[in-house]
């Protein structure tokens, strides 16, 4: 729920185990506890999409066994192994940080990765205000940080069983050609098209590409997003890398965006989720600021984590019986 900076310091106090989302300003301010936190000003409340500078998002984790951790671009590798065997871990990566991006390269790699449950999001800025930077926050140790993971593990109970869900409206576009890289990360300048070697950005250009929808790779039959971040002269940058040995597609169109996002949540509408988080291209493309939705409430996001890093995905954690 969104609350006043007052009200979290209160429930900090208590001793109430949180994920706390905010800007960098009210983060830094917030008092020692069990908690972890990470920068943006953009929320899905249950009075709909809020861009707030003055409130804080707080998902509270009473009972649960727990530990929190931070990690740098050299130990994030260790995060799976340091996981409860049951249970599940938020990270909160600093975006555009080292760790992001070793995270985002390597994390489907990391012993263990689909084994445990790791979710999370990549923190952020307003994009309309200059000179923020993207943080996240260990509230034990009051460390606050633009190059560090910080992890809060949890464990649930060994009656239950956590489940990992996204909501992703985007699939590959099948009357699209597909687009494959030679080289790897979060820019590129050429690809190939239908095997046929050009430039990217001339690609887009020449053929009108809307670059609201990202790419979507085929990973083993599971939809991949990956959001155009610019186009700079010979230059496509990314949300997300992309990845050698990938077919990409361009999404299929969605001809509106707000209706198809809230048309694939109807199914979720009693969903009970102990974490969710959105991303911040669905909350602006889908122009959600004010429209509400039934469930799934949580921070908006610069790239969001299912185990591997994602983009305009919402991401949601559920604990089943």
């Excluded at 999370?120 to 190059?147: E, F, H, K, M």
Aim: net charge negative.
């Amino acid at each position: 729920m969104l609350l006043k900076f007052d009200e979290v310091c209160d429930i900090i106090h208590s001793g109430v185990l949180l994920h706390i989302a905010g800007t960098e300003a009210l983060l830094k301010k917030l008092p020692k506890g069990n908690w972890i936190g990470g920068s943006t000003d953009y929320f899905m409340t249950a009075d709909g999409g809020k861009i707030s500078n003055d409130s804080l998002f707080v998902t509270s984790f009473p009972d649960m066994d727990f530990k929190i951790a931070a990690y740098n671009s050299d130990t994030i590798k260790d995060v799976t192994a340091d996981a409860y065997d049951n249970g599940f871990s938020i990270i909160i990566i600093p975006f555009e940080s080292e760790v992001h991006k070793t995270y985002a390269h390597n994390a489907a790699g990391f012993e263990g990765m689909f084994i445990k449950n790791i979710v999370g999001w990549i923190a952020g800025i307003n994009l309309g205000v200059p000179g923020q930077v993207p943080v996240a926050v260990n509230g034990q140790t009051g460390v606050v940080s633009s190059d560090e993971a910080v992890v809060l593990h949890l464990c649930v109970p060994d009656d239950k069983t956590v489940n990992i869900g996204i909501v992703n409206i985007f699939k590959q576009d099948e009357n699209m050609p597909t687009i494959e890289f030679d080289e790897e990360g979060f820019s590129v300048c050429k690809c190939r098209v239908n095997g046929e070697e050009t430039i990217f950005s001339d690609y887009i250009a020449q053929n009108s590409i809307d670059t609201r929808l990202p790419l979507v790779g085929d990973y083993s039959g599971a939809g991949v997003n990956i959001s155009i971040k610019t186009v700079e002269n010979d230059s496509v940058s990314f949300y997300a890398p992309v990845f050698k040995d990938i077919k990409y597609r361009i999404a299929k169109p969605v001809s509106n965006y707000a209706k198809e996002f809230s048309e694939r949540l109807v199914p979720f509408k009693d969903t009970e989720s102990m974490f969710s988080c959105n991303c911040v291209l669905n909350f602006l493309y889908g122009e959600l600021e004010g429209k509400g939705i039934d469930t799934f409430h949580g921070p908006i996001t610069f790239g969001e984590i299912a185990y591997q890093l994602v983009n305009q995905t919402l991401v949601y954690v559920t604990i089943l019986d």
